[in-house]
């Protein structure tokens, strides 16, 4: 287990690495967001494909359906977030698509089958509370890079459902590999118009954005085999604080009150959804008893 909490851990530093050099690319250059998508969704499918090959690893999935499905969400919701990437803060953008986790569980019972628990809804209330007082609005003018990684967020917890039912029939390897061919296909047909050539310190942090994305797939790819999806997705949440402190530093993002309690309640719901506050209130009652 500890092994899978170091892996996720990588992961989300390395995924919120990405989204530094993303905005790095867009602070210095008239490069998109969709561009940055594209170049992360080709270097992660050559990593994914070699990786295929030298494992010697069937390309052909056993129910093309829902990998597709999940490749579709997935590429949408990435696109989503690395257009939201140029027009609002790091630590934003990354606290607001980490939102994903509270609303899955609308989501899963219509695609999964999966009971809606009642604390769930009060988790998704708490969350939406945290997202207003990050966003902040005034309703003259809200940031539109807000409303988009917030709608990020909102996609990718479509394809959290769906990766579950492709797991089912597919291996991760499988998956990952078509997310990242169907990533290819669907950022480059946007590409078309809006595509401008890179140079100077801009391809650098280009390709740094790219490799720190596929690392954190490869990463949280083989951490899910070590660590159970619920205890996974507590440590996900790590990346609100990677991401935060990344931001302040580089950037200077603004951290005020109000940013920083949306953040606290984003965490708390997110914590809540992976069950931590039962599991730690299990275990004081089992301890009390002992007593």
């Known amino acids: 287990m500890y092994t ?20 790095l690319v867009t602070n ?10 594209f170049v992360r969704f080709v270097i992660g499918t050559i990593v994914a494909g070699l990786y295929m090959l030298v494992a010697r690893r069937s390309f052909r999935p056993n129910n093309l359906r829902h990998v597709v499905l999940r490749a579709v969400f997935n590429v949408t919701a ?12 790091v630590t ?10 509270a609303f899955v ?22 969350t939406l509370a945290g997202v207003y007082l990050i966003v902040a609005p005034d309703f003259d003018s809200v940031n539109p ?7 990020s967020g909102l996609v990718a917890g479509f394809g959290i459902p769906f990766l579950r039912e492709a797991r089912k029939y597919d291996s991760s390897e499988v998956i990952v590999f078509y997310l990242m061919l169907f990533g290819c296909l669907m950022s480059g047909i946007f590409l078309l118009w809006d595509c401008v050539l890179p140079g100077g310190i801009v391809i650098v942090y280009l390709l740094l954005s790219g490799v720190a994305a596929a690392a954190g797939q490869v990463f949280i790819t083989i951490g899910y085999r070590y660590i ?40 708390i719901s997110l914590l809540g959804v ?7 209130g299990g275990l004081f009652l089992r301890r009390r008893k002992a007593l």
């Open 228 to 267: 159970e999806a619920a205890s996974g997705s507590l440590v996900s949440a790590s990346r609100i604080i990677f991401a935060g402190a990344l931001g302040v530093l580089i950037f200077a993002d603004p951290f005020t009150v109000s940013i920083m309690s949306g953040a606290l309640l984003i965490l």
């Open 4 to 23: 899978g909490i170091i892996l996720l851990l990588l992961a989300e530093f390395t995924f919120a690495l990405s989204t530094v050099f993303g905005k």
């Open 92 to 101: 934003n953008a990354n606290m607001l698509n980490m939102t994903y986790p």
């Open 105 to 126: 569980f609308l989501i899963a019972p219509y695609i999964n089958g999966e009971k809606t628990r009642l604390r769930n809804i009060f988790y998704l209330i708490v």
């Open 274 to 280: 992976g069950g931590l506050w039962e599991r730690t």
């Open 78 to 89: 990435v696109m989503l977030f690395f257009s939201g990437i140029e027009r609002t803060t």
């Open 145 to 151: 890079g807000d409303l988009l990684a917030l709608t």
């Open 28 to 37: 210095n250059s008239a490069i998109g967001g969709i561009e940055i998508t």
